[in-house]
């Protein structure tokens, strides 16, 4: 991954595959230790907040080592993984199927699924807005969504320590158990995400309303739900 610029278009999409391909093997033990399990209590809330029947079919979008896999089967859901990387597959630990693809063609028909959870992935995706009209493709009228990912909070003070501990902190730790130059990419990739409003102006363009979002503790984490209209 480049240090001097953030890539774009199809040279990001290869750039950020290769990252979850290396980093893979010891992805589970850096993110606890970075987010200090809190993670697992975000993935949590996510899925009670899209709030879907047990037994509904709900896409894992960027799932990953199958983190949030796990957690919608304990839900007593359906969960389908889906991710580009096959380091990522190769590394899950999920009873779920998993297929390797691009989340901007989904290899499901419309109307597929009930429901759809993504998981610290909007800022690695090459568009956002192709992305929400292919969720809002394979869910059905009234499927729920839930999004979750990075934010900033807006207390002064907090926000000034979240910056040493994302900016410095999690560079380090990540360098030293993992792969560093990954782990410098992270900070970095904020620059991706569009405003909230902007996301959520987005996420109205594709077909959803109901929307909302939440910011988790602290402001460190953003969740946004929403329903297929």
Request: net charge negative.
């Amino acid at each position: 991954m480049p240090q001097d610029r953030l890539p774009e278009g199809e040279e990001k999409r290869a750039a950020v595959r290769s990252m979850f391909d290396t980093i893979a093997p010891r992805y589970d033990l850096v993110n606890r230790l970075l987010t200090f399990r809190m993670d697992v209590g975000w993935r949590r809330k996510t899925i009670e907040r899209v709030g879907l029947d047990p037994g509904s079919s709900v896409l894992d979008l960027a799932c990953g080592t199958g983190d949030f896999c796990r957690e919608l089967t304990d839900a007593g859901h359906q969960a389908i993984g889906i991710d580009l990387s096959f380091g990522m597959l190769g590394a899950a630990k999920t009873s779920a199927p998993l297929v390797q693809g691009d989340l901007l063609a989904l290899p499901l028909g419309a109307g597929a699924c009930d429901g759809a959870v993504c998981g610290f992935a909007l800022r690695n995706l090459v568009e956002l807005g192709p992305f929400f009209d292919e969720i809002g493709r394979v869910l059905r009228p009234g499927g729920r969504i839930g999004l979750l990912d990075v934010s900033r909070p807006g207390n002064p003070v907090l926000g000034w320590g979240h910056g040493l501990y994302f900016n410095h902190v999690v560079p380090l730790v990540g360098g030293l158990l993992s792969d560093r130059s990954a782990y410098a990419y992270l900070p970095r990739s904020v620059s991706y995400l569009p405003a909230a409003d902007e996301m959520i102006s987005m996420l109205g363009a594709s077909g959803f309303a109901d929307i909302e979002r939440l910011q988790l503790s602290a402001g460190i984490t953003q969740l946004i739900t929403a329903t297929r209209s």
